[in-house]
């Protein structure tokens, strides 16, 4: 209890505030540009942090990594571009909505929804980190099979109407996702002698493309995001987002506390997060219909579970000393650099600084209050903004993004090849949201597995609680909807009968 008051005091200290303040700034505007990296800045910073203290380099990197992945919906839902993967998700409701002339609700409910996952989060790592860092230990290489193999039936509710095409979009993302030199085995798989593609393809230039270049196309056959007969957005319905997001408690504490278990797992992410909350959600509301059209639950699940991944993925990384993300990998490389290892011992050995470092989750959780409202406030008008206007910046933003993600001309090829890819998509009504899940997935799937069976065979899935809990998880989330719907079909029939 002394402990945790003194990382109270700590943290409160005008020092301390300050760089909470400036890491989650430059995350703010980092995650608001598509195709830059919360990662990547943070690797260029991480040569300053030699000359800071320890605790506060980690202080400062986490509050860049919230702001991040809140601030990355902003683009996902003004633009159809997610700022970072974890708010692929929020395209799917939010940019109908901006469509619709709503997108300052939108971004209310957004940013209503990250500040309550990201305080759940932050509490909840207060309260029990050490337990939950240790609850990751659980997670073998079967487990994390089974995990993903669950966020693939997700898939289900992300894929529109159309199971098959859906289908059709996951084999096809399977297959871009091998692409590369097999780890294991040296092979090269599928990529024709092309040195850039022995290391696999990079996440930032699909997601540019399938989302950003299809829209930059759809931009230049209309006036505005909106339509040309919508109201300009008001300050107020701002506000009436953010609040609306607060009453739909039973989503916010759901997709927080899978947000929340998905990110103390290492390796699995906040888009996994983002996609089992918002299938999670979608399968139980009464309102099921509507998703993917712009309904304001599934803006609601996609970014407070990010958020609580944000939190989740820091707790194995101190009590455990292990990364969950690129991004709390060059956070262990910070604290690396100043001698110190974190660990199961890390709160015993460095105590104050542990809850220093936790107190400081709170205070950047409810900087998004604070910071983020007012700054969607700047932004509610590119819904509005002309299209000859914003098509050349949104064009500028794709091809700067995609080179920045690697300082690679070849990535700016690849998205251009994806951009192709998502025009013929949306064109064919396949789902380029279950495409991505899939690409994203596969790699997590393909190691896990291959680790697992040459532990113990077959066999070993079938041999712990959480992979057997996962695996029925699995197979009621596909049985859910088959159900429903034939409740429905026989409802349908006894009354025309």
Sequence with gaps: MEAALAGLIQVIQPETLIIILAGFTLGYVVGAIPGFNDANLMAILLPLTIYMDPTHAIIGMAALYFAAQTSGSIPAILMNIPGTGGN?????????????????????????????????????????????????????????????????????????????????????GILVALIGIHQSTGFERGTYGVAPLFDGISLIPVILGLFGVPELVALTRRKKIAHTNTPAPKNSEILAGFFAAMKRRRILVSSSIIGLIVGIIPGAGASIGSFVSYGFAKRLSDRRENFGKGEPDGIIASDTANNAVACGAVIPLLTLGLPGSASTTVMLAALMLHGIRPGPQFFSTHEIAAYTILWSFFVAALLIAFIGVPFARLLKGVAHTPAARLAPVTLFLLFVGAYANQFSTFDMGLMVVFGILGILMRAGGFPPAAFLLAFILTPVLETNYQRAVRIGGNEIFFNSPISLTLLGLSILSLLIPVTIAMARRRTTGSTKG
């Design 88 to 172: 692929a998700a929020t395209t799917l409701d939010g940019y109908p909505m901006t469509r619709r002339g709503e997108s300052a609700f939108a971004l209310g409910s957004s940013f209503g929804a990250s500040a309550v996952g990201a305080i759940f989060g932050a509490v909840i790592a207060l309260l029990i980190a050490p337990s939950l860092g240790m609850f990751a230990l659980r997670f073998g290489p079967a487990e994390l099979f089974m995990l993903a193999a669950f966020g693939l039936t997700v898939v289900g509710s992300v894929g529109g109407g159309n199971p098959l095409k859906a289908a059709l979009a996951i084999f096809l």
